[in-house]
């Protein structure tokens, strides 16, 4: 009997984990283009198929990455990039807050390997998926996001970095459409189910451009474009979450 509920539950578990990864499916097919011209630019700055792909292992933050390549090909110093990339990631702590906030029913213990996954793209398509946080395995559901987002790429880092002296610096540069692709894609969904989202983007945006016509730097402009832009959406979707 406890036999048959523990494969019950084994079952369960991988199916929100297979859940998960068909979810995920969409960020990988935007993810492995955008590595794969990472690991290309990367390579041809002078960087070794080892640092590359150890920099997406332990960084995993794509515009960061981009940001490091451009700031080694300019030979500035590693606290320069590390306070570069602080300021361009400020905006994680808005989203891990708003993002443990939909998981409140998930176990504690997942709570720390799950925010060490998390990115754009993944706390979008996790913003589309608020009632798997509610299920007994639901952890599970958006692990999988997580892996699938992960693993493509590092992988994609790496095979760029294998191609980084075939292929030619402005063929790899145009692939960086790639990005803004993605995030379309990633909006128009949710903007179809309510336009007041595409609002928010919208108000984000303008911050942003109004931040960096100021002189503040591209970091701090995405910084008070994603808090602003935030705090609109709390007024502006305030009556629908009563």
Same mark, same amino acid.
């Given at each position: 009997?406890?036999?048959?509920?523990?494969?019950?539950?084994?079952? /369960?578990?991988?199916?929100?984990?297979?859940?998960?990864?068909?979810?995920?499916?969409?960020?990988?097919?935007?993810?492995?283009?955008?590595?794969?011209?990472?690991?290309?630019?990367?390579?041809?700055?002078?960087?070794?198929?080892?640092?590359?792909?150890?920099?997406?292992?332990?960084?995993?933050?794509?515009?960061?990455?981009?940001?490091?390549?451009?700031?080694?090909?300019? /030979?500035?110093?590693?606290?320069?990039?590390?306070?570069?990339?602080?300021?361009?990631?400020?905006?994680?702590?808005?989203?891990?807050?708003?993002?443990?906030?939909?998981?409140?029913?998930?176990?504690?213990?997942?709570?720390?390997?799950?925010?060490?996954?998390?990115?754009?793209?993944?706390?979008?398509?996790?913003?589309?998926?608020?009632?798997?946080?509610?299920?007994?395995?639901?952890?599970?559901?958006?692990?999988?996001?997580?892996?699938?987002?992960?693993?493509?790429?590092?992988?994609?880092?790496?095979?760029?970095?294998?191609?980084?002296?075939?292929?030619?610096?402005?063929?790899?540069?145009?692939? $960086?459409?790639?990005?803004?692709?993605?995030?379309?894609?990633?909006?128009?969904?949710?903007?179809?189910?309510?336009?007041?989202? $595409?609002?928010?983007?919208?108000?984000?945006?303008?911050?942003?451009?109004?931040?960096?016509?100021?002189?503040?730097?591209?970091?701090?402009?995405?910084?008070?474009?994603?808090?602003? $832009?935030?705090? /609109?959406?709390?007024?502006?979707?305030?009556?629908?979450?009563?």
């Amino acid at each position: 009997m406890d036999k048959a509920v523990a494969q019950k539950n084994e079952l /369960s578990e991988l199916g929100m984990l297979r859940k998960g990864l068909a979810a995920g499916f969409p960020i990988m097919l935007g993810y492995l283009p955008i590595a794969l011209t990472y690991g290309v630019l990367a390579k041809q700055t002078g960087m070794s198929l080892l640092e590359l792909t150890m920099m997406s292992i332990f960084v995993y933050a794509g515009a960061s990455q981009f940001m490091a390549v451009n700031m080694i090909a300019v /030979s500035a110093s590693a606290m320069e990039i590390i306070i570069a990339t602080f300021v361009l990631n400020f905006r994680h702590f808005v989203m891990s807050l708003s993002f443990m906030n939909s998981l409140r029913t998930v176990e504690r213990k997942w709570k720390l390997p799950l925010s060490l996954g998390l990115t754009d793209e993944a706390f979008a398509v996790s913003a589309f998926h608020p009632e798997e946080a509610k299920e007994k395995h639901g952890a599970f559901f958006y692990l999988g996001i997580f892996i699938i987002a992960y693993v493509s790429w590092v992988f994609g880092s790496f095979i760029g970095g294998m191609l980084g002296e075939v292929i030619p610096a402005n063929l790899s540069q145009s692939m $960086g459409i790639a990005l803004y692709a993605m995030f379309i894609g990633l909006l128009i969904p949710s903007v179809k189910k309510n336009a007041k989202v $595409g609002l928010i983007a919208v108000i984000a945006m303008l911050i942003n451009f109004i931040c960096v016509e100021l002189g503040l730097s591209s970091g701090w402009g995405i910084v008070i474009g994603t808090v602003i $832009g935030g705090m /609109s959406g709390i007024f502006l979707l305030k009556e629908e979450q009563e």
